[in-house]
Nanobody, 128 residues
Framework: QLQLVESGGGLVQPGGSLRLSCATS????????IGWFRQAPGKEREGGSC????????KYADSVKGRFTISRDVAKKTVYLQMNSLKPEDTAIYYC?????????????????????WGQGTQVTVSS
């Protein structure tokens, strides 16, 4: 059974850092692109970053570019989101999601609707 479980969220002051983890099971990362999304109260879900199934390509939304870094450890079956210089507007529930691709692909899913598997989310709150 394919599963994704996020962890690492919490309360942090503006300017601080957090590292989120997405532990996966039931599939091989080399067949799946992994994305991080977030949803703030009263707002639509927003795509933040993505890593290809090859692990060699990453993409970021303008709102997080230069501050967030997505990475993965295939042996640990885990994808990470390092978040630096956090702002109050980064406050949201963060979700990781998986989209099936060809083996070791460098392509990205075109949108959230191409991600078939989702975790339960982890809360990130940026506040002083």
């Amino acid at each position: 059974q394919l599963q994704l479980v996020e962890s690492g969220g919490g309360l942090v002051q503006p300017g601080g850092s957090l590292r989120l983890s997405c532990a996966t099971s039931g599939f091989t990362l080399n067949y799946y692109a992994i994305g991080w999304f977030r949803q703030a109260p009263g707002k639509e879900r927003e795509g933040g970053s993505c890593i290809s199934s090859s692990g060699g390509r990453t993409k970021y939304a303008d709102s997080v570019k230069g501050r967030f870094t997505i990475s993965r450890d295939v042996a640990k079956k885990t994808v990470y989101l390092q978040m630096n210089s956090l702002k109050p507007e980064d406050t949201a529930i963060y979700y990781c999601a998986a989209a099936r691709t060809s083996y070791y692909s460098t392509s990205y899913p075109n949108g959230a609707n191409e991600y078939a598997y989702w975790g339960q989310g982890t809360q990130v709150t940026v506040s002083s």
